[in-house]
């Protein structure tokens, strides 16, 4: 059977710095696209992309899709909604036409944003919200 994983293979961990998958500029991809890892694209894809680790969207990158996955980097251009689990960057040169939700949302300055910003609680490995200690103006 050759697109069974053999019963004796072993899963290797994925460190958080390693780049564990590279699309780049010459590559154009269409449908849903989930991961493991961190993922570079510099390519261009429309769809769906769906991760708890991290994704890098590259000065070339250009996403016409919604985007969940723990921490998402724009450099390039995204049509579409950005959930992040943890935290969403737009970085110098990106170009975002949608709504980004997260924890942490950073802007650089030089960054084009048409959408609506939603920041979160921060989320549990479970998935669940982690409730923060209130502050004067919450309670």
């Given at each position: 059977m ?56 590259g000065?070339?990158g ?18 579409g ?20 939700e ?8 030089g ?20 409730d ?8």
């Amino acid at each position: 059977m050759l697109w069974k994983k053999a019963p004796h293979a072993v899963k290797t961990p994925v460190k958080s710095n390693d780049l564990t998958a590279f699309i780049d500029e010459a590559s154009e991809i269409e449908g849903k696209y989930t991961f493991s890892g961190t993922v570079m694209l510099n390519g261009r894809f429309s769809g769906e992309i769906s991760s708890k680790d991290t994704l890098i969207i590259g000065e070339k990158g250009v996403v016409s899709a919604n985007i969940r996955a723990g921490v998402v980097l724009v450099n390039g251009e995204v049509i579409g909604n950005i959930v992040g689990g943890e935290r969403v960057e737009l970085r110098g040169s990106a170009r975002v036409m949608g709504d980004v939700e997260a924890p942490v949302v950073v802007l650089e300055e030089g960054v084009l944003f048409q959408g609506h910003c939603r920041m979160t609680k921060p989320q549990l490995a479970d998935g669940a919200p982690h409730d923060l200690p209130a502050f004067a103006g919450n309670r």
